[in-house]
């Protein structure tokens, strides 16, 4: 299948022979000609209606992608309070964001791109924050053991204090 000017064209002919002489011998072509317009014009009063801020549309939105998504990152990730996190900052950033929204796909591959992204973005900044508390953590150990030896070194010596002051026998 392709697009061609905003329609699906299903092409089940020889591979050698280029789609406009057979686009119209199509059986597929009429049937899917309206879904994708369609498609396409819902996606932009979808966006519309976003961008306006309807509340009632935001929540169908949310209940509609928000176990679709969960399920598409458990691809990536077992962690669920990550992905719950992920899809929870989508959500919220989209409707902070909703008049500044330059969605130039469908909103669909729009809402699982950014899923991803949010994903990515995360793993990223919970590996940054693992190698700072990682080097935070080897940084109190070294301390710990320099306080270890100046103690070690002063109970010895108190320990020869104390020997020394024993009698003999």
Known sequence: ???????????????WCPPFQIQKKC???HCFKKRVHLAYKNDILAIKKLKNGD?????????????????????????????????QDLFLNLWIKR?????RTSLNAFLY?????????????????????????HTAIVQALEVDSDTSKKRMEMLEACLDTL???
């Open 1 to 15: 299948w392709f697009i061609l000017n905003n329609y699906l064209i299903l092409w089940r002919g020889n591979p």
């Open 27 to 29: 059986v597929f072509y």
């Open 99 to 103: 008049n500044k929204l330059n969605i």
């Open 113 to 137: 791109k950014a899923a991803y992204n949010g994903l990515i973005d995360k793993h990223r900044n919970l590996k940054i924050k693992n190698e700072m508390l990682s080097s935070y953590y």
């Open 55 to 87: 509340i009632s549309f935001f929540e169908r939105l949310y209940s509609d992608y928000y176990q679709k998504l969960c399920t598409y990152l458990l691809n990536y990730t077992q962690d669920r309070t990550i992905i719950e996190d992920t899809v």
């Open 167 to 169: 009698p003999e026998r």
